[in-house]
């Protein structure tokens, strides 16, 4: 599993007016600051569960000693092994590995987009959310 949480980001509020006669319409109201309004905070879960299937033997080195040692391999996203989760199929010759990924698996909305021009409809509204739930399925083959 794994958890995202953002704060909300700062943007600016605007009249939507050329208050000023500069010919730009980014003017903001008297006594309020640049990036003074703030968008709400953001957070996700995602997780991910993945099986692995091994078969067939390795071939043999040819009487050669081959390297030693311990490899540890951590992956993630596309289908990736994560360790200690290879079901005891990384001594094998070939591997079939099952996923479901998911991401936003609460289906949280998160908003952006705020609009801060005072004249719109959408003032201090968010005008779009970011991605919804999203599930992945997956089968992996490595040899």
């Given amino acids: 599993l794994n958890v995202r949480q953002q704060s909300g980001?700062?943007?600016n509020i605007?009249?939507?007016r050329?208050?000023?006669?500069d010919g730009v319409f980014n003017d903001r109201p008297a006594g309020?600051?640049?990036n003074s309004a703030w968008t709400d905070a953001q957070w996700d879960i995602g997780g991910r569960l993945n099986y692995t299937i091994g078969f067939g033997t390795r071939p043999q080195t040819g009487g050669q000693a081959g390297p030693t040692g311990v490899a540890i391999v951590i992956g993630g996203g596309g289908g990736g092994?994560?360790?200690g989760f290879s079901g005891?199929?990384?001594d094998k010759r070939f591997q079939l590995n099952f996923y479901?990924?998911?991401s936003n698996l609460t289906n949280h909305r998160n908003?952006?987009?705020y609009s801060g021009v005072v004249t719109s409809d959408y003032y201090l509204k968010p005008t779009n959310v970011m991605n919804p739930r999203k599930l992945e399925l997956g089968v992996r083959f490595g040899f």
């Fill in 81 to 83: 092994p994560m360790g």
């Fill in 100 to 102: 479901v990924a998911g």
């Fill in 88 to 90: 005891g199929a990384e």
């Fill in 9 to 11: 980001t700062p943007f």
């Fill in 111 to 113: 908003y952006i987009g």
């Fill in 32 to 34: 309020v600051s640049r």
């Fill in 18 to 21: 050329d208050n000023n006669g």
């Fill in 14 to 16: 605007t009249t939507g």
